[in-house]
């Protein structure tokens, strides 16, 4: 069985910072892209940053320059540094990966459970 666990959304001032954080965990046999979307209330969940395996990266044009997503690969984990945040970043954020499970021949996308990221103006 395989999991996303995420960490550290949380309230922060707009201008400040905060780091987010996606284990992936389980029988996992590899995985290929990683990355990080946003679901703000009344809209659609989208894309904010994207990882590779060999660590090619992508990000939406409204958080280029202010975010950095990094990844891990012998621990199988990824992370979204946010900075310069503003209220309109008010999301909850949610880790994505496409993985092969260990024993299977088809890559799968699994989801976190999302973290609340909240910017006061």
């Known amino acids: 069985q395989v999991q996303l666990v995420e960490s550290g959304g949380g309230l922060v001032q707009a201008g400040g910072s905060l780091r987010l954080s996606c284990a992936a965990s389980g029988s996992i046999f590899s995985i290929n892209a990683m990355g990080w979307y946003r679901q703000a209330p009344g809209k659609q969940r989208e894309l904010v940053a994207a990882i590779t395996s060999g660590k090619s990266t992508n990000y939406a044009d409204s958080v280029k320059g202010r975010f950095t997503i990094s990844r891990d690969n012998a621990k199988n984990t990824v992370h979204l540094q946010m900075n310069s945040l503003k209220p309109e970043d008010t999301a909850v954020y949610y880790c994505?990966?496409?993985?092969?499970?260990?024993?299977?021949?088809?890559?799968?996308?699994?989801w976190g459970q999302g973290t609340q990221v909240t910017v006061s103006s």
């Open positions: 994505n990966a496409r993985i092969l499970p260990s024993g299977t021949t088809w890559w799968r996308d699994y």
